[in-house]
């Protein structure tokens, strides 16, 4: 099973932008397609982002489609969600998770990270 850290969440104004960044280590993490869910104070986690593999294809929820950007690097075993044009409605802690198949349910997710908060302020 891979463990997985994730970093980068903090504070910023709307319009603004973080990188999330997940650290994973343990087996090989290659092998797992990798996504990003978060979620709100009285709200169900939700479905951010997923990468495939090797990077090739990425999805996303279309709330945060053309403002997120999801990317890996396998040699590093590390994987990012640039956000851009930050909106309150973002405020959520964000997880990173692994999979062995590509797709977009939480329940399909079997290793999770602790989470960072981003909060964005109007």
């Known amino acids: 099973q891979v463990q997985l850290v994730e970093s980068g969440g903090g504070l910023v104004q709307a319009g603004g932008s973080l990188r999330l960044s997940c650290a994973a280590s343990?087996?090989?993490?290659?092998?797992?397609?990798m996504g990003w869910f978060r979620q709100a104070p009285g709200k169900d986690r939700e479905f951010v982002a997923a990468i495939t593999l090797s990077g090739g294809s990425t999805y996303y929820a279309d709330s945060v489609k053309g403002r997120f950007t999801i990317s890996r690097d396998n040699a590093k075993r590390m994987m990012y969600l640039q956000m851009n044009s930050l909106k309150p409605e973002d405020t959520a802690v964000y997880y990173c998770a692994a999979s062995q198949i590509l797709t977009t349910r939480s329940t399909d997710f079997r290793s999770w990270g602790q989470g960072t908060q981003v909060t964005v302020s109007s």
């Open positions: 343990g087996r090989t993490f290659s092998s797992y397609a």
